[in-house]
């Protein structure tokens, strides 16, 4: 069984930075692709971010590359987000996700942690 925990949401004024952490437990973790989805009111699930299990490959949507970050650690068990220049589009909640591959939508990744609110606003 794969747990997921996120922790570092918060407010934070238009161009500052936040940094998101998910801490991951359970014997798989590190076999598995990671993600960091979010979630704005009224709007669909969108993919933020991944990283691969093995060669931790990265990539990211159009609107936050060059701005966010993503990392993990597969010693620790733990993904981050660095996010950096924040817009107050980038107001949601953020959820870290886990799955063997990237699935077509978000409804089919397997694990997933309880989301943590990024507020973005002067």
């Known amino acids: 069984q794969v747990q997921l925990v996120e922790s570092g949401g918060g407010l934070v004024q238009p161009g500052g930075s936040l940094r998101l952490s998910c801490a991951a437990s359970?014997?798989?973790?590190?076999?598995?692709?990671m993600y960091w989805y979010r979630q704005a009111p009224g709007k669909q699930r969108e993919l933020v971010a991944s990283i691969t299990a093995g060669n931790s490959k990265t990539t990211y949507t159009n609107s936050v590359e060059g701005r966010f970050t993503i990392s993990r650690d597969n010693v620790k068990n733990t993904m981050d987000l660095q996010m950096n220049s924040l817009k107050p589009e980038d107001t949601a909640v953020y959820y870290c996700?886990?799955?063997?591959?990237?699935?077509?939508?978000?409804?089919?990744?397997?694990?997933w942690g309880q989301g943590t609110q990024v507020t973005v606003q002067s």
């Open positions: 359970g014997s798989m973790i590190s076999l598995l692709d």
């Open positions: 996700g886990a799955a063997w591959e990237l699935p077509s939508t978000w409804r089919s990744v397997p694990y």
